[in-house]
C-alpha cells in the first residue's frame, strides 16, 4: 500500500507553474492501436486536451478528471489497470473510484461542458485564470496525503537539540552555576554571615590616598583595578576603552587603579605627575611584588570601605582584563537581592602547591587542609559593598596565604560568604576576539593586551558585527569552541 511519502505523477506537485504534459500514450476511442500501446474506454483524452489548455482547472484535478472519466467509463478491474498506467497508486485508485461513483460527479454534458459553460459566462472557450484564493469548482479531493516529515526526522531533529541543551549545560557553565546555587547553603562559614567590624585603613597606609576618588557621589559599581607601577601601558588603555565610562548599562561606575610603591625614586615620581593628571591612582605603602597580592588586594578593598562605602558593588580586576560594563552592570542591577554577593568564575577542590620553589607555594603551616574552599578567580571578582565589609572583618581571624584570590574566599568562608558561579566570567582563560563574545555573552576576559583593549570595548557598542540570535543562544558554548579552535 502507498504511503504519505508514494511517489507518482499525481502526488508530484500541482499547481500551473509549467505547461501540463500529454497524457500516456493511451487510445481514447476504445479501439485496438498499434503495436505497444493500450486501449482504454472513455473520453478521458478530451478531459487531458480542454484541462492543459485551460487556466480554469488546477493540473491536479486535471489528473482527477481524466482518472476519473476512465473510472466511469470502464469496468472496475480496468479502471485499476489503467489507473496504474496514469502513475495513480493502488490506494489512491480505489479512493478515487469510491469518490467518482459517490459523491464527486463529473460535470454533465462531458468536457465540452467547460467550454460552454465558459461561453454562458461571457468567455469563448478559455477562462481568465480565477484569482489565487478562490476555490476551483471542479476541485480534486485530495488524492495524496499531505507531506509531512518522516517521524525518524522529527526524532532525529528532538534529539540532536536536546544534545546541544546536554553540552550547553554541561561545558558552557550553566551546570556549574545551577551546582553553586544549589550548594550556597553548604559553602558559607557555620555561624553564617558575621558583621565583624573590618579594620579600615588609616591615612599613613597609603602614598596616594585620593580620598575623593568616589566623590561627589558613591558609584552604583566601584571598579579597583589592580595594577603595577611599571604597567603605565595597561591603565591607558584601560582608561581610553572601558575604564573611562562614568555610565554603563544605565548605572554610575567609576574605575581606580590600586598599586604599591615601586623601586625607584624616579618612577615614584612618574606615578604622582599620572595621579595629578588622572586622579584615578590609589597607592598602598608596600612594596608592589607578587608576595604582596594578597596585601593589595585588602588595601583597596580597605580603602573602599573608607572612601566609598555608598557603593553598591566593588569588582576587583587585573590591568590586562577586559571588562565589559554594560552587561555586568545591567546583571548587577537586575538581581533580586544585592546583598551578600561573591560573584565571579569559581574554582573547586584546588589543593596547595607544595613546592617550595614554585610562587603559588602555599606551605603547611600556613593552610595545612588538602584543598582550597571554593574561591573566584582574582583575574575578576565581584564583591556586593556589605559582602566586601565582611570580607575585611574576616581578615585579621585568617591566616594569611600568598595566593589572593584563595586568600578572599577563604575570608569569605570565614564570614559566611558563598560563592556564586558565572561561565561569564572567563576566570584565567583567554578567548579569541569575537564580537559576540566580547560584545554581549562574557564579563570579562583575560590576557587582553593594550593593543587589544579599544578594538573589544568597541564591539561592546556594536562595532565588528551584530549578535545572531544562533550565536546569543549558543552563549558561552560559541565562546569556549573558539577558544579551543585558537588553540589548536
Not at 45 to 59: E, F, K, L, Q
Not at 295 to 304: D, P
Request: proline letters at 11%; a positive charge.
Amino acid at each position: 500500500m502507498a504511503g504519505p511519502g508514494s511517489s507518482s505523477p499525481l502526488c508530484a506537485g500541482g499547481g500551473a507553474a509549467s505547461e501540463p504534459p500529454g497524457p500516456p500514450q493511451l487510445h481514447p476511442s476504445g479501439r485496438e492501436g498499434r503495436a505497444g500501446e493500450k486501449r482504454v474506454e472513455g473520453d478521458w483524452g478530451a478531459w487531458w486536451m480542454v484541462c492543459a489548455h485551460s487556466h480554469h482547472i488546477p493540473r491536479r484535478a486535471c489528473i482527477f478528471l481524466s482518472a476519473a472519466s476512465l473510472v466511469k467509463s470502464a469496468p472496475r478491474g480496468r479502471a485499476a489497470r489503467v489507473t496504474g498506467d496514469l502513475g495513480v497508486p493502488p490506494a489512491h485508485a480505489r479512493s478515487l473510484h469510491r469518490s467518482v461513483h459517490t459523491a464527486h460527479e463529473l460535470p454533465p454534458g462531458g468536457p465540452g461542458a467547460l467550454t460552454q459553460r465558459g461561453a454562458e459566462r461571457g468567455g469563448a472557450g478559455r477562462q481568465p485564470p480565477p484569482p489565487a484564493d478562490s476555490p476551483s469548482p471542479h476541485m480534486a479531493p485530495r488524492l495524496c496525503p499531505a507531506r509531512r516529515p518522516s517521524a525518524w526526522l522529527l526524532r532525529g531533529l528532538l534529539a540532536g537539540l536536546g544534545g546541544l541543551a546536554l553540552v550547553s549545560l554541561l561545558v558552557g557553565g550553566t551546570g556549574e552555576e545551577l551546582l553553586s546555587w544549589s550548594l550556597a547553603p553548604f559553602l558559607g562559614g557555620g555561624g553564617g554571615f558575621l558583621h565583624a567590624d573590618p579594620p579600615l585603613p588609616g591615612p599613613d597606609s597609603f602614598l596616594l590616598p585620593n580620598v575623593d576618588g568616589c566623590r561627589p557621589r558613591a558609584p552604583f559599581l566601584l571598579v579597583l583595578v589592580a595594577s603595577a607601577p611599571g604597567h603605565t601601558a595597561q591603565r591607558q588603555a584601560v582608561r581610553a576603552s572601558w575604564g573611562g565610562a562614568h555610565r554603563a548599562g544605565g548605572y554610575p561606575v567609576r574605575t581606580l587603579f590600586a598599586l604599591g610603591a615601586p623601586g625607584s625614586g624616579e618612577e615614584q615620581a612618574r606615578l604622582e605627575e599620572e595621579s595629578q593628571r588622572h586622579g584615578d591612582l590609589v597607592q598602598g605603602r608596600f612594596a608592589d611584588t607578587y608576595a604582596n597580592l594578597t596585601l593589595k588586594t585588602m588595601m583597596l578593598l580597605g580603602w573602599a570601605a573608607a572612601h566609598c562605602p555608598g557603593a553598591a558593588f566593588v569588582v576587583k580586576v587585573d590591568d590586562d582584563v577586559f571588562l565589559n560594563l554594560p552587561a555586568l552592570a545591567r546583571h548587577l542591577g537586575a538581581l533580586p537581592s544585592p546583598h551578600r554577593l561573591y560573584l565571579g568564575r569559581v574554582h573547586w577542590r584546588v589543593q596547595p602547591n607544595r613546592d617550595p620553589g614554585n610562587r603559588h607555594h602555599v606551605p603547611v603551616s600556613a593552610y595545612p587542609a588538602g584543598a582550597f574552599p571554593p574561591y573566584c578567580s582574582g583575574t575578576a571578582y565581584v564583591l556586593s559593598g556589605d559582602a566586601a565589609l565582611g570580607v575585611l572583618g574576616a581578615a585579621p581571624h585568617v591566616p594569611p596565604v600568598p595566593l589572593e584570590d584563595v586568600y578572599v574566599g577563604l575570608c569569605a568562608r570565614w564570614a559566611g560568604l558563598a560563592p556564586t558561579h558565572t561561565a561569564r566570567m572567563a576566570g584565567s582563560t583567554h578567548y579569541p576576539m569575537d564580537p559576540c563574545c566580547y560584545g554581549e555573552v562574557l564579563y570579562s576576559v583575560h590576557q587582553v593586551g593594550p593593543q587589544s583593549m579599544a578594538a573589544a570595548w568597541a564591539m561592546v557598542g556594536g562595532e565588528g558585527g551584530a549578535c545572531t540570535p544562533l550565536h546569543r543562544g549558543l552563549g558561552v558554548l560559541r565562546c569556549k569552541v573558539l577558544a579551543l579552535l585558537e588553540g589548536l
